[in-house]
C-alpha cells in the first residue's frame, strides 16, 4: 500500500520512511501536491530498464528510413494497429466473419 506523507514529515523522521520505502513507494508532498516518490532501489533499477529513448525521425540516416520502410508488423499485433486508428485490421475483421 503506497503511503503519502508531506515532506515536512519525512525530514522528521526519514528513516521510518526510507524503510517503508523498501516495502512501498511513499510519496512525498510538498504544498499539498505529489512532487518526489522515495522508493526501493531495486524498483528504481527495474523501472529504469524499461525506459525508452524518443528519436527525430528528422536525424534518420537514408539507410535507416529504408529500414524502416521495408519492416513488416508481425500479424499477430495487429490489434495495436487499432489502438493507433481506432479501426479494425483487415485480420481482425475477417475473423470475426
Do not use: C, W
Amino acid at each position: 500500500m503506497t503511503t503519502t506523507v508531506t515532506a515536512a514529515a519525512v525530514s522528521k523522521n526519514f528513516g521510518a520512511y526510507q524503510h517503508a520505502a523498501v516495502r512501498d513507494p511513499v510519496i512525498i508532498t510538498k504544498n499539498g501536491r505529489p512532487r518526489t516518490v522515495l522508493l526501493a532501489y531495486e524498483d528504481f533499477v527495474r523501472l529504469s530498464k524499461r525506459d525508452r529513448r524518443a528519436e527525430l525521425t528528422a536525424e534518420f540516416s537514408a539507410d535507416e528510413i529504408a529500414a524502416v520502410e521495408a519492416s513488416e508488423m508481425d500479424p499477430g499485433l495487429d490489434h495495436l494497429n487499432e489502438e493507433l486508428t481506432g479501426t479494425k485490421s483487415l485480420t481482425a475483421k475477417n475473423a470475426a466473419g
